[in-house]
């Protein structure tokens, strides 16, 4: 099958072309051409036997979504978005690239007649909007409490529109706190959850910025590909016209955070976290989700973490190419 | 203040237009200019004695909803949409009038620094999709099951998030099925809530094509001003974030519909009501919701109808100028 990527030059992007090149397949369907696309043009260094092209794209463009349709994929993989940050301090921006770059593309597959093509759509959990139960239910509302979380909200409405008129075949995959991001420290306010670990992990120190008592809920970038892998290839007949699910994940503390790294890493690893509270991180993730129960998810076959503890092996074996840590 | 109303042609924009006019003021507060909006030049024969102006627009052409706003109203209340059946069958010009329309609206206001009039959008149940419990709460899910309730279901979002920014002051209205609606019968599936009872109220045979165990929800159109008038005046701070509302209203099986019309014009005006089924419009209307509990609303002020009765002497004092009807 042909697979597009759009947003292929972003961590998740990356991992799943990586992963495609590396074994030629999608849960065992063969991939014969791996189209990348973001809007500088992706260089990922994959070694793929099939068709291969890369080229930078800008889908809110005039005519540049037919163009990416043109050669009609049959499994679409729309991850390119601006983040949470920018579209609030950019709402133009942020509307223009995530709410019509994600219609301009919908709108171009659906003027392929007899063309339905498996689309999966990134959206998040900023789709959600304080206050919460503790465990937020599959069939909670939605009300964003961010520009970013409506625009994805509305790419949801329009993925199952879309989807229910049969003019595509939509997966809506709301991505847990991706953990522990490999790379450098970034300023997203949720950068630390990634930082007290994988800071550590590298002999530095890090910054935590609120209290142990914080709890989220996170999934590796291991499980994040998984998610994208199984809807590609997933019988979505049982989704109906509801193609938007959470993904399951692991709900834990900063402190369970901790623990989890102390039993791989040890107390040495732990001494180097440093808090230092910031309020106005504090403030925001305050406004989060904690947990979820994502049956709906799980009854499809969407798979994570069962532990912290997990995720960080995730990290060791997939970013330091180690089963354990040294010394620890 | 200053008052526009687009689609102001419809039957509540009309009757909305005829009540400011006759009384000069919304909820007391006087109204000194009056704007009629509509695809075709709205003709509303009103008496006004402030600045009035009526014209055509379409607001999704391109620098029209600039010219709309351009003498800043106070209140502008939004009414302008493709009907659910049309946006069904004609996927564009549904979301051409019902998204992009209403987002150009929303983005010519915020084009003008430090003006933040208050906006009230039409929204609709048609938001919900079922399956649904049999009272459907405020905090109920967004599932939309046609193209209609998906763009008015992004419509609410966007005035979420236009009024969380501060660039307006919207309250989004959800309107229960008006009842009973004047004039000629129309084709549209819910039709027959309103004939049933408008024919047999003039002397003339309805047919009925559902069950009597039918549930639904319905209002006044005198209702259905008064929402807009309460959502021109009241206080939107406690709205917070979330500014759309199920509005209040009744809900009533057709055969409390029948038993209504019974104690208002007797047994010979129910006799004229003919049971014809109609599995087609059964079907539809099988998947519409059937009761709300609309708290929120009712604690934000909104009130409607405490009976079916009521509804139909609504009618016989709007429309056919009279406290009951003669002869029963």
Redesign the interface.
Known sequence: MKVTIIGAAGMIGRKLAERIAASGQINGQSVDALTLVDVVTPEVAIDFTGKREAYAADLAQAGIASRVVADKPDVIVHLAAIVSGEAEAD?AKGYRVNLDGTRALLEAIAAHEGYCPRVIYASSLAVF?APFPDKIPD???????T?YG?QK??GE??L??YS??GLLDGVGIRFPTICIRPGKPNKAASGFFSGILREPLNGQEAILPVDRDVRHWFASPRSAVGYIEHAATMDTAPLG??RCMTMPGVSATVGDQIEALRAVAGDGAVALIRHEADATIANIVAGWPRDFDTARALEMGFRAENSFQEIIEIYLEDEMGQKTLNGA
Do not use: F, I
């Open positions: 709402m909007g069939d909670y509302h939605l009300t964003p409490l520009s409506a909200a509305m409405m329009l199952n529109d229910r008129r016209a509801q």
